[in-house]
T-cell receptor, first 114, second 114 residues
């Protein structure tokens, strides 16, 4: 079974721009969660989507948004990028039968904001 | 806000030694997950513990969930170089803002020296 895939793997953007990251979950998994990982703050939960609906949300500003499609694929968007948004963005999928159950992570997208 | 404190932050040991990593919080969690992350990759789930006092063994790794479901420990017996990596604990539960989240500790970076 193929794992979680994320595209692109690396991205460089300029402050003020916006960015969209993509995630394809493991086949059969209906929940997709997004996380931000930085050296200072560690791994922080952004949001979880299940059946095209945001089921849970972390403590991030409204510049961070996401969506999920009918095939469970998900996208995350960050608008008006700031230098502090530079991070590894990880997507994880799970069966979805229990909220934020066992997470299967992708390799991440490394975003650098200059 | 839920916080998970992991200790130690860094650990460097010789192959064959035993070690314990701790994960502590003042919050109660519905479940606690342990992950291992290697450079350039996403975290990989090791185990999920759900019941207070639960002990799970995975070969040389022993995981324990505290009776009050606020803390957990990971014990590795006879460490091998393949155990090298970043160990993360993550607790599932409601945050102060009322949303259900997965809160990660900042991790323990383990180096096993041959």
């Amino acid at each position: 079974k193929a794992g979680v895939t994320q595209t692109p793997r690396y991205l460089i953007k300029t402050r003020g721009q916006q960015v969209t990251l993509s995630c394809s979950p493991i086949s059969g998994h209906r929940s997709v969660s997004w996380y931000q990982q930085t050296p200072g703050q560690g791994l922080q939960f952004l949001f979880e989507y299940f059946s095209e609906t945001q089921r849970n949300k972390g403590n991030f500003p409204g510049r961070f948004s996401g969506r999920q499609f009918s095939n469970s694929r998900s996208e995350m968007n960050v608008s008006t990028l700031e230098l502090g948004d530079s991070a590894l963005y990880l997507c994880a999928s799970s069966l979805g039968t229990s909220t934020l159950g066992e997470q299967y992570f992708g390799p991440g997208t490394r975003l650098t904001v200059t | 806000t839920q916080l998970l404190e992991q200790s130690p932050q860094f650990l460097s040991i010789q192959e064959g030694e035993n070690l314990t990593v701790y994960c502590n919080s003042s919050s109660v969690f519905s479940s606690l997950q342990w992950y291992r992350q290697e450079p350039g990759e996403g975290p990989v789930l090791l185990v999920t513990v759900v019941t207070g006092g639960e002990v799970k063994k995975l070969k040389r790794l022993t995981f324990q969930f505290g009776d009050a479901r606020k803390d957990s420990s990971l014990h590795i017996t006879a460490a091998q170089t393949g155990d090298t990596g970043l160990y993360l604990c993550a607790g599932a539960g409601y945050s102060g803002a009322g949303s259900y989240q997965l809160t990660f500790g900042k991790g323990t970076k383990l180096s096993v020296i041959p």
